[in-house]
């Protein structure tokens, strides 16, 4: 079965610093890899996706993430962080022929004035 | 206008009673979960539905009995309610693309209280 570790329980960064959130995964073959934020109080929204091509991806409210296969990693950036990003965030990955999503643990991300 | 909606919010009731969590999507979508996170924030998948027909069961006991009369509804009926029981339940949905994985988008979530 597939997994996905987040090793970072909680981080907390200077607002307008830059952000590396880590997820590392384990899959035999190429992972379909999701990054979601969960504000407090809400439900999850998704930040980006890789499935195949650009290892380096793109999302929403400037994100991006890194899939490297050798590594077996999805780390999320962003280059300058805003007190509205504190939130948890999930790393996951799909399995069971598109019906399912493993998700890691979380990391809550402190934003600090 | 609320793409996945849950009703309630939330729910606190006491340990032994049956209650039920109701989701709908206006999405259009023909796959839909239900997950439970717990207060440590870990989130597992309990079922997926496609077309109403369920396709993931994960080993969730069975006092947990999900019912999809239609596409873009998934309801959550629970018996014999249990303090472990105690979550936020989220359901969502996606568009099923073969084997490809298409964005979940997730409902508000239904914090239950068991006591």
């Known amino acids: 079965a597939q997994s996905v570790t987040q090793p970072d329980i909680h981080i907390t960064v200077s607002e307008g610093a830059s952000l590396e959130l880590r997820c590392n995964y384990s899959?035999?073959?190429?992972?379909?890899l999701f990054w979601y934020v969960q504000s407090p109080g809400q439900g999850l929204q998704l930040l980006l996706k890789?499935?195949?091509?650009?290892?380096l991806v793109q999302g929403i409210k400037g994100f991006e993430a890194e899939f490297k296969r050798s590594q077996s990693s999805f780390n999320l950036r962003k280059p300058s962080v805003h007190w509205s990003d504190a939130a948890e965030y999930f790393c996951?990955?799909?399995?069971?022929?598109?019906?399912?999503?493993?998700f890691g643990a979380g990391t809550r991300l402190f934003v600090k004035a | 206008d609320t793409a996945v909606s849950q009703t309630p919010k939330y729910l606190v009731t006491q340990m032994g009673n049956d209650k039920s969590i109701k989701c709908e999507q206006n999405?259009?979508?023909?796959?839909m979960y239900w997950y439970k996170q717990d207060s440590k924030k870990f989130l597992k998948i309990m079922f997926s539905?496609?077309?109403?027909?369920?396709?993931i069961n994960e080993t969730v006991p069975n006092r947990f009995s999900p019912k999809s009369p239609d596409k873009a509804h998934l309801n959550l009926h629970i018996n014999s309610l249990e303090l472990g029981d105690s979550a936020v339940y989220f359901c969502?949905?996606?568009?099923?693309?073969?084997?490809?994985?298409?964005?979940?988008?997730f409902g508000p979530g239904t914090r239950l209280t068991v006591l």
């Open positions: 969502a949905s996606s568009q099923y693309r073969g084997s490809s994985y298409n964005e979940q988008f």
């Open positions: 899959y035999g073959a190429t992972p379909y």
């Open positions: 890789y499935f195949s091509g650009d290892t």
């Open positions: 996951a990955v799909g399995e069971g022929g598109g019906f399912k999503t493993i």
């Open positions: 999405l259009g979508h023909d796959t």
């Open positions: 539905y496609n077309n109403k027909e369920l396709i």
